[in-house]
């Protein structure tokens, strides 16, 4: 199946800061999204973006599918950003090991 | 709306209950899927279901039963579960059908499963 890879692992991030999240992807895929993990589990979506750029307020994402990498970017983040971001490819959703966001005010 | 609902939140049981978790959805989704989510790894694929039936089944052991009654609803039946069985066990709808590879999958909050 489709490997994907998440880099960092880990993020501190004192508030206001910028930052980008990396995901490398195995194969070309139709399909790869974004999500927010929220402490208590929810799973939140933030981007659908196979390919392209979108952007929604301090958040934006990037895939180059042809390159086989998506990023995410946090711009001013707040102490709310905190958790663990996830990005997951192909239909049957092959997820990243995720990248842990901690936002300290 | 993109709301997925689940109940229980929370579900304790033992070895030798049987007990079921249900996930619904309102939006016309025509595909729905398990996952299972081990404390500090990302979810895996446990079952899909696609115009209510049974597309995949990534291995999944039998003491895990899906059902899904209508294209509302999504049912996982547990018997004779095991304490590694302990998980965060999410519901996904999306459009559909699963061969259209082009859908965003929504997550239902979870059910957090204890097993005694």
């Known amino acids: 199946g489709i490997q994907v890879e998440q880099s960092p692992p880990d993020l501190i991030l004192q508030e206001g800061a910028n930052s980008t999240l990396r995901c490398n992807f195995s194969?070309?895929?139709?399909?790869l999204q974004w999500f927010h993990q929220n402490p208590w589990g929810q799973l939140i979506n933030l981007f659908y973006i196979p390919s392209g750029t979108k952007q929604n307020g301090r958040l934006s994402a990037t895939t180059v599918a042809t390159e086989r990498y998506s990023l995410l970017y946090i711009s001013s983040s707040q102490t709310t950003d905190s958790g663990v971001y996830f990005c997951?490819?192909?239909?049957?959703?092959?997820f990243g090991a995720g990248t842990t966001v901690t936002v300290r005010a | 709306d993109t709301e997925v609902t689940q109940t229980p939140k929370h579900l304790v049981m033992g070895m030798t209950n049987k007990k079921s978790l249900k996930c619904e959805q309102h939006m016309g989704h025509r595909a729905m899927y398990w996952y299972k989510q081990k404390a500090k790894k990302p979810p895996e694929l446990m079952f899909v279901y696609s115009y209510e039936k049974l597309s995949i089944n990534e291995s999944v052991p039998s003491r895990f039963s899906p059902e899904c009654p209508n294209s509302s609803l999504l049912n996982l039946h547990l018997h004779a579960l095991q304490p590694e069985d302990s998980a965060l066990y999410l519901c996904?709808?999306?459009?559909?059908?699963?061969?259209?590879?082009?859908?965003?999958?929504?997550f239902g909050p979870g059910t957090r499963l204890t097993v005694l």
């Open positions: 194969d070309s895929v139709n399909n």
């Open positions: 997951a490819a192909h239909y049957k959703l092959s």
């Open positions: 996904a709808s999306s459009q559909g059908p699963t061969s259209a590879a082009t859908d965003t999958q929504y």
